[in-house]
């Protein structure tokens, strides 16, 4: 299999959706033009960390793993197996690195779910670092929402990991079996929101002033909200504001981080507009689900349906992949934003 990484998007989940897609179907694998469409191209330590951890997971051998490589050979050994792993992405860098862990989790997470056996997996980085899931929105959104495709598996949060120092863990339980498909065109009426405004080595009245500041907030668009402050210890100091939006059907994750400069009460704002936006859409998934979805939906035994708050570039790309792989169809309807998925070739898995 050859894939081109400079497709679509261009960007890190091109790799990640490949190796995945590797490790499983067992398909030796070139990735060329790696995260071409990025500022930085190639191999960041984050990838690098992903490509030896689907590589650990099926013994494969590799060419071209180096930070900047924009070429890769990955051939794996043998199945995927389960069992108890360690992955540090500050290990890829000299000198340390806060590259997203969340990142490396997706890609070795439904190898190991679809394999015999349970796993144990400890992860290091950053968990919660922009562009990427943090890990509060995989605990909370992503593997509810995998839960309910019948992958089993749960995350815990050991250390928070903030950019740019990183030295986040977290672990990762799993317990293999298979996945099945999903319909989510209706999201249903919202339960409730609720929320963690947290900071680390920082004064408790920041989590206090965020948490506030949001619950007003959402309180005045007439929504149920509930955020709590959190002040923990940290390597760091580190805030952020992370919500999750309860539908009777569906969640949505939605999040913002602080900064020096940035007040408490306008992290607030951001994580709560962009939670605002997506409820106005009246979507079923929000933007992120809608990409990260797509792999679960394409190894699943029955076909999927969803509907997305956004057509994104990442859904369009990811969906290609995909279909490089021949493992599903995917057909976005991008007028009334539904994703139907088909899974076609059981027989290459496993
Ligand atoms: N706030 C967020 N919440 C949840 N998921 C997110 C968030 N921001 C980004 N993501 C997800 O993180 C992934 C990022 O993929 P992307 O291809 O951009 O890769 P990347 O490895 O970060 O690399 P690159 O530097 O190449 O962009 C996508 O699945 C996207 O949906």
């Known amino acids: 299999m050859i894939i081109d990484g400079s497709y679509g998007e261009g960007g890190g989940q ?3 959706t490949s190796l995945s897609l590797a490790a499983i179907t067992g398909k030796p694998l070139q990735i060329n033009r790696i995260r071409a469409g990025r500022e930085k191209p190639g191999l960041a330590a984050q990838h690098l960390t992903a490509v030896r951890a689907a590589a650990a997971i099926c013994h494969a051998q590799v060419k071209g793993d180096a930070l900047g ?3 890769l050979e990955f051939v794996p050994g043998n199945f995927v197996q389960a069992g108890s792993y360690t992955f540090d992405v500050s290990e890829a860098l000299p000198g340390g690195s806060a590259g997203a862990l969340a990142l490396v989790l997706q890609t070795i997470l439904l190898p190991l779910a ?4 349970d796993s144990e997996v400890t992860l290091r980085g950053g968990t919660h670092v922009s562009h990427s899931p943090s890990i509060t929105y995989i605990e909370q959104v992503y593997l509810p929402m995998l839960q309910q495709m ?36 209706e999201r249903g009426d919202l339960v409730g929101v609720r929320g963690l405004a947290v900071v680390t080595e920082l004064p408790s009245h920041i989590p206090q002033r965020m948490a506030m500041r949001a619950e007003n907030l959402l309180r005045e668009a007439q929504l ?23 539908y ?8 913002a981080l602080g900064r020096l400069g940035l007040a408490a009460e306008t992290v607030a ?5 962009e939670m605002l936006r997506f409820h106005a859409t009246g979507a079923a998934l929000d933007e992120h689900l809608a990409d990260q979805l797509l792999l679960p939906a394409a190894l699943a ?21 995909i279909e490089q792989f021949e493992l599903a169809q995917v057909t976005v309807d991008e007028v009334e934003k539904k994703v139907a998925i088909a899974p076609v070739i059981k027989q290459t898995i496993k």
């Open 69 to 71: 490589s924009m070429t």
């Open 150 to 185: 019948g992958v089993q598996a749960e995350v815990e949060l050991k250390a928070w990991g903030w950019y740019p120092r990183g030295g986040g863990e977290v672990k990762l339980l799993i317990r293999g079996g298979s996945i099945s498909g999903i319909n989510l065109v």
């Open 114 to 117: 679809l394999a015999d056996g």
């Open 14 to 16: 091109i790799l990640r």
């Open 269 to 273: 704002s951001i994580a709560c507009e």
């Open 248 to 255: 009777e059907n569906t969640l949505a994750g939605f999040g």
């Open 301 to 321: 035994s029955e076909k999927s349906e969803y509907q997305v708050a956004v057509v994104s570039r990442h859904l369009k790309t990811n969906a290609w992949v």
């Open 224 to 246: 149920k909200a509930n955020v709590q402050p959190l002040r923990a210890k940290g390597v760091a100091p580190g805030a952020g504001l992370f919500l999750t939006a309860e």
